[in-house]
C-alpha cells in the first residue's frame, strides 16, 4: 500500500498509517510486547502469531500507525494474502498508551485497503476470547464469527471471523 491513511474519525489526526518493517527496533519492542501479553492471556497452544521474520513476506502487508509529531509507532498491522483472494489479519496490536483513540481502527481499514487493492475478497482473522475490545472493533467493521479455517483447529480460548469485503 502507498500513500498515507490518516485517522479519519480522530478529532486531531495525530498519526498516519503507512507501510513499515517489522524490525525496526520501536515496532520491534511493540511486537515483543503484544507476544508477552498473548502469552499472559492464553496457553502457549492457544497463540498463533506469525514470528516477526514471516511478516516480512512478499504475501505480507506490514503497517504501522505513527505519532505525526514524534514518530512513535502507536499500533501495527498485519494481512497474508492467500492466492485464493482471501486475506488474513495476523498480529494486530495498539500500545497501551494509543488505546480507544481511533488507532487501531485505522490500522485495520488500512489493512482492508490494502487487502482490496491486492483482489482480496474475504477477509478473516483469529482472535483471543480474553480480548473484548478487539472482537467489539471486529465486529463493529462487519465481522461475523465463524468456524476455524486453514490449519486452525476449534479452541473454546479463540474466536474465529470473516468479513466479505464487497458486503
Wanted: one cysteine or more; proline letters at 6%.
Amino acid at each position: 500500500m502507498t500513500g498515507d491513511v490518516t485517522g479519519a474519525g480522530v478529532a486531531d489526526r495525530s498519526f498516519t498509517v503507512t507501510p513499515g518493517d517489522p524490525e525496526e527496533p520501536t515496532v520491534a519492542r511493540m511486537l515483543r510486547r503484544s507476544e508477552e501479553y498473548a502469552h499472559e492471556l492464553y496457553p502457549v497452544e492457544s497463540v498463533h502469531m506469525l514470528h516477526v521474520e514471516e511478516l516480512r513476506s512478499p504475501s505480507v502487508r506490514f503497517l504501522v500507525a505513527r505519532a505525526k509529531a514524534s514518530g512513535a509507532p502507536l499500533a501495527c498491522g498485519a494481512v497474508v494474502l492467500y492466492p485464493d483472494r482471501t486475506g488474513e489479519i495476523k498480529r494486530m496490536c495498539v500500545d497501551t498508551g494509543a488505546r480507544r483513540q481511533g488507532v487501531g481502527a485505522q490500522v485495520l481499514a488500512a489493512l482492508e485497503s490494502a487487502a482490496r487493492v491486492e483482489g482480496v475478497r474475504t477477509m478473516r482473522l483469529e482472535t483471543g476470547v480474553a480480548q473484548p475490545e478487539a472482537i467489539a472493533l471486529y465486529r463493529t467493521f462487519g465481522y461475523a464469527e465463524r468456524g476455524p479455517f486453514g490449519s486452525y483447529r476449534d479452541d473454546p480460548l479463540s474466536i474465529f471471523m470473516e468479513r466479505h469485503l464487497d458486503d
